[in-house]
């Protein structure tokens, strides 16, 4: 016989592991499965890496062929002689390559249909003002969702009965023949769709879903601190699952509403606070509003705009440990577009002082040197 060696086919020594063979084999099938390769010979190479991985993958026919050869096989039926090959299920190995959309559907069942799933999750997104989400509030939600349907209890149907067509079992054996060989596939029954029954009557209120669309009121409990982009998951409250599977949840996402005075960076509040010339001159105290009630501000004398003042826990709290932030007093000298008579002379009076001070002392020395 002109039979390549097996192991050579595959790449690999004699002394190759279990794990090391399925490696190789998904490696060339992969690499030269006709449906995918562009080699000229890929359809004879991916016949000769099958034969070879159906015999080193099964322990007992490794050990007669590395005792004996190909001649272990000699007598199996092959045209030629060899190991009949074409009678291996390789449904598993090429699920694993392939995926189960390759073709065939590999490895369908029941056991799919019937595990419990949890339902799927709902989401949606909810405004709230700038004072809620600093201090937390109570809410109502409405959501549509799915609920289990009451006159058939979920199932979709009434007087259950086994399927005609897989006979229960959820699935339908068939034999594939191809240019590489016979195949036996299972595939999800089309008619139960993999359940193993049908029903007699199907639920006119839910058509069959087991499920009707309703809508629902929920209570949530928004957190103190909560920001803008936010998730908050309510766990249960979103659509039922299947074969008693676990509701699914509900994710809010927040968006936060402009407050006309303050300002939000995270756990932090800003605030403006527009002064005039006298008062940032002579310095005075000022009412100044907060989150918590209005407090009572020390402006110093000869203050400038952008002055920062803190005032210590005065922000927001931390959704996750609970530290509070603070506020900043962010001050403003606002110079009036407009004057009356008695005010521009007060301000003319002012101008024959001397209010420089070493930044104007710099300026001028810096414009003496470049004459």
């Known amino acids: 016989m002109n039979k390549r060696d097996y192991y050579e086919i595959l790449g690999l020594n004699k002394g190759a592991s279990d794990a090391e063979i399925k490696s190789a084999f998904k490696r060339l099938a992969k690499k030269y499965h006709p449906d995918v390769s562009k080699e000229t010979d890929a359809e004879a190479k991916f016949k000769e890496i099958q034969e070879a991985y159906s015999v080193l993958s099964d322990s007992q026919k490794r050990a007669q062929y590395d005792q004996m050869g190909h001649q272990a096989f000699s007598n199996s039926g092959m045209g030629g002689g060899g190991f009949n090959y074409t009678d291996f299920d390789f449904n598993d190995i090429f699920s694993d390559i392939f995926g189960s959309s390759f073709g065939f559907d590999?490895?369908?069942?029941?056991?799919?249909?019937?595990?419990?799933?949890?339902?799927?999750?709902?989401?949606?997104?909810?405004?709230i003002s700038f004072e809620d989400a600093v201090f937390g509030t109570d809410k109502s939600v409405t959501v549509d969702s799915y609920e289990e349907c009451d006159e058939c209890e979920g199932i979709g149907g009434h007087d259950k009965k086994t399927c005609g067509t897989c006979h229960g079992s959820g699935t339908v054996t068939a034999e594939q023949r191809t240019i590489l060989g016979s195949f036996m596939t299972k595939t999800?029954?089309?008619?139960?769709?993999?359940?193993?029954?049908?029903?007699?009557?199907?639920?006119?209120?839910?058509?069959?879903?087991?499920?009707?669309?309703?809508?629902?009121?929920?209570?949530?409990?928004?957190?103190a601190g909560i920001d803008t982009g936010n998730q908050l998951r309510v766990a249960g409250k979103g659509n039922p699952g299947s074969n008693g599977g676990p509701n699914g949840d509900l994710y809010i996402e927040f968006y936060v509403e402009k407050h006309p005075l303050f300002i939000r960076e995270d756990i932090e509040i800003y605030l403006e606070l527009p002064l005039t010339i006298t008062e940032a001159i002579l310095g005075c105290k000022k009412e100044v509003?907060?989150?918590?009630?209005?407090?009572?501000?020390?402006?110093?004398?000869?203050?400038?705009?952008?002055?920062?003042?803190?005032?210590?826990?005065k922000g927001v709290t931390n959704i996750s440990n609970g530290r509070k932030g603070d506020m900043y007093v962010i001050l403003d000298v606002v110079i009036p577009n407009k004057l009356d008579r008695k005010q521009k002379q007060i301000i003319n009076d002012l101008n024959k002082t001397d209010l420089e001070n070493e930044k104007f002392n710099q300026y001028k020395n810096y414009l003496k040197k470049n004459k």
């Open 289 to 313: 509003p907060t989150l918590y009630g209005n407090v009572i501000l020390s402006i110093p004398a000869g203050s400038q705009s952008k002055d920062k003042h803190r005032l210590k826990g």
């Open 106 to 127: 590999f490895g369908g069942g029941t056991s799919k249909s019937n595990r419990r799933q949890k339902g799927s999750d709902i989401g949606m997104s909810m405004n």
């Open 188 to 223: 999800t029954c089309s008619q139960c769709k993999g359940e193993g029954y049908t029903y007699e009557k199907t639920c006119n209120n839910c058509k069959g879903k087991g499920v009707t669309k309703k809508k629902k009121t929920i209570k949530i409990n928004v957190p």
